[in-house]
């Protein structure tokens, strides 16, 4: 069982460029969540996608956007980038949308670097 | 709305004391309630998580944690620290466990010899 992974590692972009990351869930699973940690914050939740649609959104702007696919990976994208961007973003993974009763499993995350 | 309050965002210990890390959460529903831990460059991975069966939760690595209603408190422990244990420590919460989580702000673990 692979886990949760999640491409690119490491990420370096300038302000106002847009940026895809991308998110395989575990195996079994099909609800993808993703988090924003800031340096020496907890994440906070950006949004969730269950059967190709977004179903839960955090407090985030609209340039922030995302896409389920229909084997349940995802990307998010974020467009016209700011410094305030630069982050830890983990990708989680659970069984059953909103209704789903276990536990998110986490990525290792995808560090970008906003210059 | 849901919160959690992490008391103490560095807490320090010896190698075999006590280990607490204090957790209080706000919620208007019956909570899920989670612990994870994050080492240096990796993702979170699940401690323990109470989901309104037994207030006493054991989890991975000699760590349990006890949901009190009354106090609105879910404070993690572990009888003796390990080298090994050192780490950031998150607590979250949830209306359900699919669904969005609400992390603290985190408490870093150190353990000294």
């Known amino acids: 069982d692979a886990g949760v992974t999640q491409s690119p590692t490491h990420l370096i972009k300038t302000r106002g460029q847009q940026v895809t990351l991308r998110c395989s869930p575990k195996?079994?699973?099909?609800?993808v969540s993703w988090y924003q940690q800031a340096l020496g914050q907890g994440p906070q939740f950006i949004f969730q996608?269950?059967?190709?649609?977004?179903?839960q959104r955090g407090n985030f702007p609209d340039r922030f956007s995302g896409h389920q696919f229909p084997n349940y990976s995802s990307e998010l994208n974020v467009n016209a980038l700011l410094l305030g961007d630069s982050a830890l973003y983990l990708c989680?993974?659970?069984?059953?949308?909103?209704?789903?009763?276990?536990?998110?499993?986490f990525g290792p995350g995808t560090r970008l670097t906003v210059l | 709305a849901q919160s959690v309050t992490q008391l103490g965002s560095h807490v320090s210990v010896s190698e075999g004391a006590l280990v607490l890390l204090r957790c209080n959460y706000s919620?208007?529903?019956?909570?899920?309630l989670f612990w994870y831990v994050q080492y240096p460059n990796q993702g979170l991975q699940l401690l323990l998580k109470?989901?309104?069966?037994?207030?006493l939760v054991k989890g991975i690595n000699g760590f349990e944690a006890e949901f009190k209603k009354s106090e609105t408190s879910f404070h993690l422990t572990k009888p003796s620290a390990h080298m090994s244990d050192a780490a950031e420590y998150f607590c979250?919460?949830?209306?359900?466990?699919?669904?969005?989580?609400?992390f603290g702000k985190g408490t870093t673990l150190s353990v000294s010899s």
């Open positions: 989680a993974s659970s069984w059953g949308g909103t209704s789903g009763r276990n536990e998110q499993f």
């Open positions: 195996s079994g699973h099909d609800t």
């Open positions: 996608y269950y059967e190709e649609e977004e179903r």
């Open positions: 919620s208007s529903v019956p909570p899920y």
């Open positions: 109470y989901t309104s069966a037994a207030t």
């Open positions: 979250a919460v949830s209306n359900q466990a699919g669904t969005a989580l609400i």
